[in-house]
């Protein structure tokens, strides 16, 4: 139990949960940009013997996709920890979230309940060899979905769900100083480690965010993850001598992934200078996500890069938001960047790191 | 030495296939023989052979998340890491393996 808590076995539980989602909510929010721009809002489908549009239809099914995303989230954690038993019980937790108005993180809970709960109970259920075939099939799934189920609707359901509103309330009723602050936190920690661990945590909040009707963090992220290889880019036309040839090839390979949201281009870049080029994305995507905040952008879809602009409410404002925070950072770039050495030693360095705390198991 | 190993990051797409090209190419550098199979979003490729795991001396897991067909590797010596490691050091890993093991 103790070895379940620690945090990086936490983190990966959480991230199974996430990569299992994604592709969902990618789907989902696509489903409503496209209905609700090209069939301008349409109500969602509430009868179905009467007829209703394409239009009506998409924006439906990607509202039902989106509540089937604490489901999933919670499903995903649950199978991470428990293997398939932990499906099940984590499904049904998920469901209970998103109907309580606990959400996303009410799933995230919920999944690492069922598992957690899953685990205890094939170490302590001991049933006769006659009902070995019964453990996986209806002991440990209906067990786990009693107890936990139970946990969730009368103990624990309530306080997430109230500590979700008040969430929620917050930060739609941020204004000005306060608003340009959380966007500039959210901005730079998107953009800090080009999609690792930080940008990860910050993801997550904005698409649990998402799933309560709080839609500018999505849009800080997308703007975040693009303006590094936006801005590495800028800052290469502006000064060429600045990279090195092997830099430049990566730089052309940055920016078309870029535009599809990805940052991970600008990771061999970063690599080779990481303070300079860290700062300086990071300062550029803080001034983009305060940017975003301040003027109102909000994205439904939160993934997509530039195909997706079109869907957010404001894409003026954050097209100007995306301007601003790459030039910021390509003029940082420029600025603290030094002149590449061309002669660079063709073996990549390597970073020091203590591998002393990897075991072969 | 043989190795064998399973890359996989969260969003399935990018850390992935660096985590596999850093892997593959240091380690075949270093004069190693070496399979990754990846389990990015689009589902699982190169999937690894039974006789590549049978010869296996060592098992690499690469992942920020779970992965699928674990029991595979039973019995065998496994050695899991962050997808971060790998991308950051793949020959300080690589060495680091085969001096504990006392194979190179």
């Not at chain 1, 009506?56 to 989230?73: E, K």
């Not at chain 1, 103990?155 to 997430?160: H, Q, Y």
């Not at chain 1, 992220?221 to 303006?227: E, G, H, L, T």
């Amino acid at each position: 139990m103790v070895e379940q808590l620690r945090l990086s076995e936490l983190k990966r539980h959480a991230m199974t949960g996430v990569s299992y989602m994604l592709p969902l909510v990618v789907a989902s929010g696509l489903l409503i940009a496209i209905g609700n721009i090209l069939g301008h809002n349409p109500s969602l489908i509430s009868d179905y013997k009467s007829s209703y549009t394409i239009w009506q239809a998409s924006v439906t099914l990607g509202v039902y996709g989106m509540q089937l995303i604490p489901a999933i989230m919670s499903a995903a954690i649950s199978y991470s920890i428990a293997d398939r038993p932990g499906i099940a019980p984590g499904l049904l937790m998920g469901m209970i979230a998103n109907a309580i108005d606990a959400g996303f993180f009410g799933g995230m809970l919920g999944g690492y309940l069922s598992g957690w709960c899953i685990n205890l109970l094939k170490k302590y259920v001991k049933v006769p060899v006659w009902a070995q075939a019964l453990l996986p099939m209806l002991i440990l799934p209906l067990l786990a979905s009693l107890i936990v189920g139970f946990i969730m609707f009368f103990v624990i359901g309530g306080p997430i769900a109230a500590a979700s509103f008040a969430l929620t309330a917050m930060l739609q009723n941020m204004q000005g100083g306060s608003a340009a602050l959380f966007g500039a936190i959210m901005g730079a920690m998107a953009a800090f480690d080009f999609g690792g661990p930080v940008n990860k945590v910050a993801s997550l909040f904005a698409d649990g965010l998402l799933l309560q009707g709080v839609y500018g963090p999505e849009a800080i992220k997308i703007c975040a993850s693009m303006i590094p290889p936006f801005a590495v880019t800028l800052s290469w036309l502006i000064r060429k001598k600045r990279y090195s040839k092997g830099e430049a090839a990566n730089i052309k390979v940055a920016f078309p992934l870029g535009i599809c949201m990805i940052t991970e281009g600008v990771i061999p870049i970063a690599a080779v200078d990481p303070i300079r080029v860290i700062f300086s994305c990071s300062v550029g995507a803080a001034v983009g996500g305060a940017l975003i905040m301040l003027f109102g952008v909000e994205s439904q879809v939160p993934s997509g890069g530039m195909f997706i602009v079109p869907a957010m409410n404001n894409p003026t404002g954050f097209l100007m938001a995306l301007a601003a925070g790459t030039i910021t950072a390509a003029g940082l770039l420029t600025l603290l960047k030094k002149d590449a050495v061309e002669e660079q030693i063709v073996e990549e360095d390597e970073e020091e790191i203590d591998l002393s705390g990897i075991q072969i198991k | 030495m043989n190795i064998v190993g399973v890359a996989a990051c969260t969003s399935g797409i990018a850390h992935t296939y660096i985590a596999k090209k850093k892997l593959v190419t240091t380690g075949e550098a270093l004069g190693h023989n070496i399979h990754i199979e990846t389990q990015g979003t689009i589902g699982t490729e190169d999937k690894l052979s039974k006789e590549e795991i049978t010869a296996a001396d060592v098992v690499i897991i690469a992942a920020d998340i779970k992965i699928n067909g674990m029991e595979r590797f039973k019995g065998k010596r496994v050695v899991e890491v962050p997808t971060s490691i790998v991308i950051k050091s793949p020959k300080g890993l690589i060495t680091k393996i085969a001096t504990d093991l006392g194979l190179s």
